[in-house]
């Protein structure tokens, strides 16, 4: 296909429509009330990261010469100026989401959020000693003179802009003053009467106390602004010198990198927006309106009052029987695979993979990747009690996770000073497959037991994310494990080739092509053929191009795909045989599935890559086949419940419109719920069949 008909949706502006997508959980009245804030305060982390990683590349991209702009596939300019209007947009909505709808809803249940104006006595009383004994010590107020004093403004801290006029001669005059809320409570609990439930936001807080701040000073108008900063590390990445030490410098340099975005309220007068421009040197770019309260994503922590009606009803993690009830863990796992779906199950079995091979006398050996770490990990834990008990243990943490650097090198300091031997990313290249191996003498012969898994060693996130982890001692698997944990130790390339397992970095790119190819090679003779694919993300220009080509020959295709989609599916001629949906719900799918028909005997591969071109070719990913007949029923029974979705499955087209699929309306089937009642029905009757 010529590039020039290649039809495809710029990353960022796709990611846009799967931000959006998390938008319209908030708008669905369906939604729990307070999940919908929920869903408000997971919409604005998203976009604040956003605009501090892709929103500053662009920018970054924008300021090299034309010469070098030539050669982009694309024109930085015009994506971000395409993306503030969508922003744009999207704030807007955002502001009568929350305005309009949530607002009264909470009001209908005697959830109030009151403005300083609008406070009784002895509120105002409460509010005033609030100030003066929580405040006082971290209130910033700062006098602005033009051209003469420009504060620095922190990352992601909220700010008031304050409208001053002096009571004496009567000019006009700009203060700032940054509002505690990395110290205090963004909602704080007012006195309330008659069981109403009253709360007011810190920044009102602070604008009814300002007149003690500034005595000498009629207070005009106040406006909300918060600027967002350039998270990238920029790291001269090479075979040379120290990779960790450049990584601590540079996350010293995060807090102060150039600025990514200036949010501001859009009641601000056009005056005041200029000065501010002036006063902090930025460009029309950077700025971007908001309402009258920004850190949205503080909604996270919006007080409940006890009110478990107006949250998701609770699903509690399943035990998984078969792994976290036997006595001989070991044997349990000898005996057949096992797949655990969390957060439908338990993470137990995970923890319980590590902890009983710390302490089994038998286990000689543990590694494992990590990526991501939870701050309180039992896994951790048990790497370094297994040194103590005498276990060699290997663990490569990969410190570019971006946002976890600094808990990644903490994690390793602490692991190295237990006597884990510890081995740090390898240049040009982030380390992301997440894969874990035991070595346990049984019979005076080593047996290897590994966990594969498509998301990270974190059992924080593990309570949110859907993601399948597989046990098993099939040798065809713990072997080529055994060769990729030799490469991340040495650093010497294996000499053997990868069989079974398709990795990154050794061929793993060409093994998913000829996948692709036997589909098409099946279609094209009149065969049955079909691809399924469920991912986060499909942005590689070469693998879409190979998606197109099977669609030509007739392979159908399916994509559950929940953020970024950069291929166009139902195009006339190009793509009419590629059908895309993206579920959004209480869970974050976060889980890698490929299922290729291969003329009726399928093929099911999970992953801890998506198609997207830094996982292809700039990452060591592992791809995992599934051997065991029922662990494939499993997984295809999910597959199947997702693409049967008519309540969360929005239809992904070149409009990016985000209609939700509504089809099999004779029963409602909503994926993420009718997955736990699957799974719950297995663990109650084992041996179900489906």
Not at 357 to 362: E, G, L, N, S, T
Not at 446 to 462: D, I
Not at 607 to 618: E, V
Not at 637 to 659: G, H, M, P, T, Y
Request: proline share 5%; glycine share 4%.
């Amino acid at each position: 296909m010529p590039k020039e008909d290649f039809p495809f949706i710029h990353r960022d502006i796709s990611w846009l429509s799967f931000n959006y997508r998390v938008l319209q959980e908030a708008k669905d009245p369906k939604v729990p009330l307070l999940e919908r804030l929920k869903f408000l305060a997971i919409y604005s982390n998203n976009l604040d990261e956003f605009f501090r990683v892709r929103v500053a590349n662009h920018r970054n991209l924008m300021r090299v010469s034309k010469k070098t702009r030539q050669v982009f596939i694309y024109d930085p300019k015009a994506i971000l100026k395409q993306i503030l209007k969508i922003v744009n947009r999207q704030q807007e909505e955002f502001s009568e989401i929350f305005e309009k709808q949530i607002v009264p809803e909470l009001g209908k249940h005697r959830i109030y959020l009151k403005r300083r104006l609008d406070l009784g006595r002895k509120q105002r009383a409460f509010v005033e000693k609030y100030f003066n004994e929580n405040m006082l010590p971290y209130v910033q107020p700062v006098l602005l003179v033009k051209g003469k004093i420009r504060p620095f403004l922190n990352n992601a801290s909220l700010y008031l802009m304050v409208h001053l006029e002096d009571k004496q001669d009567h000019s006009t005059q700009y203060a700032i003053v940054k509002l505690p809320s990395d110290h205090l409570p963004r909602f704080i609990q007012l006195p309330s009467l008659n069981g109403r439930r009253e709360i007011i936001m810190l920044d009102d807080v602070v604008r009814h106390s300002l007149s003690r701040m500034f005595p000498g000073y009629d207070i005009i108008d106040t406006y909300s602004i918060k600027l967002t900063r350039d998270a990238e590390l920029y790291i001269d990445d090479e075979y040379s010198g120290d990779l960790i030490a450049k990584i601590k410098n540079s996350l010293t340099k995060r807090h102060v990198g150039p600025p990514s975005r200036f949010v501001y309220d859009r009641e601000m007068p056009k005056e005041l927006l200029q000065f501010l421009i002036e006063t902090f040197n930025l460009k029309k770019e950077d700025l971007l309106v908001e309402g009258r309260y920004h850190n949205n994503f503080d909604f996270f922590k919006f007080p409940d009052f006890g009110l478990k009606h107006l949250k998701n009803q609770p699903l509690p993690p399943l035990c998984y029987q078969a792994l976290e009830e036997p006595d001989d863990f070991y044997a349990a796992i000898r005996e057949k695979d096992h797949i655990i779906y969390p957060p439908y199950h338990s993470y137990e079995s995970v923890v319980r993979f590590f902890e009983e091979a710390a302490r089994d006398p038998q286990v000689t050996h543990i590694k494992i990747t990590q990526y991501r770490v939870a701050k309180r990990s039992r896994i951790m834990n048990a790497l370094m009690d297994a040194v103590e008990n005498g276990k060699q243990v290997f663990v490569f943490i990969e410190v570019k996770a971006r946002f976890d650097e600094e808990a990644n090198l903490e994690w390793g300091e602490r692991l190295q000073a237990a006597g884990v031997k510890v081995a740090y990313s390898l240049p040009g290249v982030k380390v992301h497959s997440k894969i874990a191996l035991v070595c346990r003498m049984e019979n005076n012969e080593p047996q290897f037991y590994t966990y594969l898994s498509t998301g990270n060693f974190h059992e924080e996130t593990a309570r949110v994310y859907c993601d399948f982890g597989l046990f098993t001692v099939d040798q065809r698997l713990t072997a080529e494990a055994a060769r990729l944990f030799t490469f991340l130790e040495t650093g010497k390339r294996p000499e053997a080739s990868f069989e079974h397992l398709l990795v990154g970095q050794f061929a793993m790119r060409e093994k998913i092509e000829k996948l692709i190819n036997r589909e098409i090679k099946h279609a094209k003779k009149g065969k049955s053929s079909g691809i399924t694919l469920k991912l986060n993300s499909i942005q590689d220009e070469k693998m879409m191009q190979k998606l197109y080509e099977a669609s030509q020959a007739g392979v159908p295709i399916k994509l559950i795909i929940r953020g970024v989609c950069s291929i166009v599916p139902g195009v006339p001629g190009v793509s009419e045989n590629i059908e895309g949906i993206s579920i959004v719900d209480r869970y974050l799918e976060h889980a890698r599935v490929f299922i290729f028909h291969n003329r009726g005997e399928e093929e099911i591969y999970l992953s801890s890559a998506d198609l997207m071109t830094r996982n292809l070719s700039w990452r060591v990913e592992t791809v995992f086949p599934l051997y065991d007949p029922e662990v494939c029923r499993q997984v295809k029974d999910v597959i199947e419940l997702q693409w049967r979705d008519n309540q969360k499955a929005r239809i992904l087209d070149a409009r990016q419109s985000n209609i939700y699929r509504t089809d099999h309306t004779d029963i409602a089937i909503q994926s993420q719920v009718e997955t736990y009642f699957y799974f719950k029905r297995r663990e109650e009757s084992p041996g179900l069949e489906s």
